[in-house]
């Protein structure tokens, strides 16, 4: 432990202060992973996600003081205790798991803040084990893929022409005229998926998996400006992308 901890740069710069195993390192480690928890719980709550600030706070705390009980049994009593930090960076994993929804257009929300949970509970282990570096590191990049690389994502699926769509017909029996305009446009059907709790409404709700085939529409033409013109069909109830 003291090997791994021994190269921490910030270690080095307090002269192997930060490494001693005293009450104010233990407090330097725990605020650390309380502010972290907050940062990244503030940063999921303002966007309304299932995981918020007090989940965030919880799973950073809980998996510092995990680290910090591994070092005390590890310099007490060598290894006759088990690894604590990855029984609970195992729980935080299943947490994380927990906090999944599936829409009702089949689709899978809150799969980034899981991840950025499971993360978190990593990075708190890291500051509970003295790795005051790399936990930084990973908070920094963490946020940072949190608030930028969502603008880069939409960036790049608005010009995939590969895209998926919510469907919802008036009758399923106009599905057949909709694959019909489709084709007609060049763009290519990959596949359709029904959603079965609607089959006993009449309507026909569907995910549809698009390519864009035609030149001009690659060209010319957006993901929206194509649902907008395939929204004026007279047979369609609602039709939106899958984000």
Not at 26 to 41: C, D, E, K, P, Y
């Amino acid at each position: 432990m003291e090997g791994l901890v021994a190269i921490d740069p910030l270690n080095q710069l307090s002269q192997g202060w930060l490494n001693e195993f005293n009450i104010w390192t233990i407090l330097i480690r725990v605020i650390l992973a309380l502010i972290i928890g907050t940062v990244l719980g503030i940063e999921r709550s303002r966007k309304r996600h299932t995981a918020g600030l007090r989940t965030f706070i919880l799973v950073s705390l809980f998996s510092s003081l995990a680290a910090l009980l591994d070092v005390y049994f590890s310099a007490n009593f060598g290894e006759i205790f088990p690894a604590i930090t990855t029984a609970v960076v195992l729980g935080g994993a299943i947490i994380s798991g927990n906090t999944l929804l599936y829409s009702s257009k089949n689709q899978i929300k809150g799969l980034t803040t899981a991840v950025a949970l499971w993360l978190t509970s990593i990075i708190g282990a890291c500051f509970g084990a003295g790795l005051y570096t790399a936990g930084l590191i990973a908070v920094i990049c963490v946020y940072i893929s949190l608030n930028m690389m969502p603008k880069l994502e939409v960036w790049l699926k608005n010009r995939s022409n590969h895209f998926e769509i919510h469907l919802e017909l008036k009758n399923r029996n106009d599905l057949v005229n909709f694959t019909g305009v489709v084709r007609k446009l060049g763009i290519r059907i990959d596949d359709i998926e029904a959603n079965p709790a609607y089959n006993n409404t009449g309507l026909g709700v569907y995910t549809v998996s698009l390519t864009i085939g035609s030149k001009e529409l690659k060209k010319y033409k957006s993901h929206a400006e194509i649902i907008e013109a395939l929204s004026t069909l007279e047979y369609i109830n609602c039709i939106e992308e899958i984000k």
